[in-house]
């Protein structure tokens, strides 16, 4: 599976931004998606997660209530929307794909993308 990311940028505290992803090869309903970050000198972490129905999700308590994972299983793609970001969501946000959507809330991470930078500073 291949996966490219978009949408990443430099905001203000509060701002929204939303990240997509178009994926490639494979079968895209058979996977669950989602997506980690890696924050400057700290290890890549679990943000999100769909499965591949979309009927279930799974977040980080750190993004509980402001992200929103989404999927479209007819063009392929895969949404993160960031609402009320803070300076600490500051990160290289990567698109990913496994098993289920629970196996990449316990990081089982089959595909990643390459990543698309979001940075939020005053």
């Known amino acids: 599976v291949q996966l490219v990311e978009s949408g990443g940028g430099f905001v203000e505290p509060g701002a929204s931004l939303t990240l997509s992803c178009a994926a490639s090869?494979?079968?895209?309903?058979?996977?669950?998606v989602g997506w980690f970050r890696q924050a400057p000198g700290k290890e890549r972490e679990f943000v999100a997660a769909m499965s591949q129905t979309g009927y279930r999700t799974y977040y980080a308590d750190s993004v509980k209530g402001r992200f929103t994972v989404s999927r479209d299983n007819t063009r392929n793609t895969i949404s993160l929307q960031m609402d009320n970001l803070k300076p600490e969501d500051t990160a290289k946000y990567f698109c990913?794909?496994?098993?289920?959507?629970?196996?990449?809330?316990?990081?089982?991470?089959?595909?990643w993308g390459q990543g698309t930078e979001v940075t939020v500073s005053s």
């Open positions: 090869g494979g079968t895209f309903t058979s996977y669950g």
């Open positions: 990913v794909t496994g098993q289920s959507g629970s196996a990449l809330q316990n990081n089982a991470v089959d595909s």
